[in-house]
């Protein structure tokens, strides 16, 4: 095939993107709810977003940065996420439609937030989750002596490009995923996980099915609409609920905008989270026909939540002093989550030393 001028050549891998850009960014947006782009989970998203774009492109990875700044959603739709940059000579000269394009995006992001030294550490063969369909990612080479590792047999070229509390990125010299634009027709499908040891996924699995609450998908929903700082912390806590009430089958969920600064071993992090989850679900109108002074049970034995204030018509319903601003944000006939002013206020541990 004749080969191009530069120019045109240049000309056309920029348009390409352009149409690959604004169908992604159409596409997310049309699935998302509006909020307020003042409110504090939305300014921290926006900001761990830049942040990350800025990392991509110092390192090279222009397109992929564009990508991130255009459409965050794509990658930071998990509260921990590893992203996977490709370089941008291998996305400019993929043929692929925009479908596609932000399937094989979501293929190279993992919802488990690993720095290069805590991949080191991971079993050759391990599986990494992925945000695609439920498609792992396999560590398939380790070299120790030399810090290099190579994931779906491609090597990790730009280790840390950034390091965050909930985000790593790395480089790698190519996609993870063959695809040849001519099976286009086998839809997602096309591409292929490959075989991996499945143990530590599987653990996971085996735990969440013993608890019949759809735990990943209200991670998923809190982080993906501006209650970033609670869904980073139930997710730090998860599988402590799990192990402790493995027998739950449906929820209802306080979500406050913002948390304390914790850390994830923090006793009063686990506490407060708890403090947040009913172990049934309660609709709004459920909780509103409950008498002033009704105490409902939480994960937390020791503290209750109490319903207060007036339930009349054109008043907020308070639950501990806090005024729920959005009922019934998200619900299935497993959870209910409702949007609050601000995190209730919890006291330390009984035990906790002084």
Not at 31 to 55: I, Q, T
Not at 118 to 136: A, F, I, M, V, Y
Request: charged share 15%; net charge negative.
């Amino acid at each position: 095939m004749a080969s191009c001028c530069t120019r045109p050549c240049h000309g056309l891998v920029y348009f390409t993107m352009s149409v690959v850009l604004a169908f992604i960014a159409i596409s997310t947006s049309m699935h998302s709810k509006p909020e307020d782009p003042m409110s504090p989970g939305k300014v921290v998203f926006n900001e761990l977003s830049l942040n990350v774009s800025k990392a991509l492109r110092r390192a090279g990875f222009n397109v992929m940065a564009t990508l991130l700044q255009v459409s965050p959603e794509i990658f930071l739709s998990s509260p921990n996420s590893t992203i996977f940059a490709i370089q941008d000579l291998a996305i400019s000269n993929s043929s692929l439609p925009p479908w596609l394009m932000k399937a094989l995006l979501q293929y190279h992001t993992s919802t488990l937030n690993l720095p290069m030294d805590d991949l080191l550490k991971k079993p050759q063969g391990s599986c990494l989750p992925t945000l695609h369909r439920e498609k792992n990612i396999a560590i398939t080479k380790v070299n120790l002596v030399e810090k290099s590792i190579e994931i779906n047999q491609v090597a990790v070229s730009h280790p840390n490009v950034f390091l965050g509390e909930t985000v790593s990125v790395h480089g790698v010299l190519e996609p993870l995923s063959s695809l040849d634009p001519q099976d286009v027709h086998q839809g997602w499908n096309i591409i292929q996980a490959p075989i991996c040891n499945s143990m530590s996924v599987l653990v996971s699995e085996v735990l969440e099915s013993k608890n019949m609450v759809e735990w990943s998908w209200i991670v998923r929903l809190l982080s993906s609409n501006g209650f970033v700082p609670f869904a980073i912390g139930l997710n730090s806590v998860l599988d402590g609920i799990l192990e402790d009430y493995r027998g739950l089958d449906s929820v209802t969920v306080f979500a406050p905008p913002s948390l304390p600064s914790l850390t994830s071993a923090s006793p009063l992090l686990k506490r407060t989270v708890r403090f947040h989850i009913l172990p049934q679900r309660l609709t709004h109108q459920e909780l509103a026909s409950l008498p002033s002074g009704t105490f409902l049970t939480t994960l937390v034995p020791d503290l209750h939540a109490e319903v207060q204030g007036a339930t009349s018509f054109g008043q907020q319903l308070v639950i501990n002093g806090v005024e729920i601003v959005a009922t019934d944000m998200f619900s299935s006939k497993k959870f209910t989550i409702h949007g609050i002013l601000r995190a209730f206020e919890v006291a330390e541990p009984p035990d906790t030393p002084a």
